[in-house]
Nanobody
Framework: QVQLVESGGGLVQAGGSLRLSCATS????????AGWYRQAPGKQRELVAD???????RYADSVKGRFTISRDNAKNTMYLQMNSLKPEDTAVYYC?????????????WGQGTQVTVSS
């Protein structure tokens, strides 16, 4: 059974930094595209950043220049470095990945990690 587990969330003051990690478990043949999403209270889930298997990245305009997505293919782990955090970054952050396993190629989500930025 493939699972994604996020960690690294917490409470931070505006201007601070956090690094989120998304660890995978289970029998994994390949991770294709992966991304970080967030959902604030009363809002729809939105894409924050994603990264292809080749390392190409894209970011939401609201986080460009502040957030960096990366991946360690040897560890099947994804990261989101968040700098210069703002109160509007407060949300539950989820990782998502397209994973090929014994079950074929499927999209998987983590359970989410809370990020709270105080002003």
């Amino acid at each position: 059974q493939v699972q994604l587990v996020e960690s690294g969330g917490g409470l931070v003051q505006a201007g601070g930094s956090l690094r989120l990690s998304c660890a995978t478990s289970g029998w994994i043949l390949r991770i294709s595209d992966a991304g970080w999403y967030r959902q604030a209270p009363g809002k729809q889930r939105e894409l924050v950043a994603d990264i292809t298997s080749g390392g190409s990245t894209r970011y939401a305009d609201s986080v460009k220049g502040r957030f960096t997505i990366s991946r360690d293919n040897a560890k099947n782990t994804m990261y989101l470095q968040m700098n210069s955090l703002k109160p509007e970054d407060t949300a539950v952050y989820y990782c998502n990945a397209q994973i090929t396993s014994r079950s074929g190629s499927n999209s998987y989500w983590g359970q989410g990690t809370q990020v709270t930025v105080s002003s």
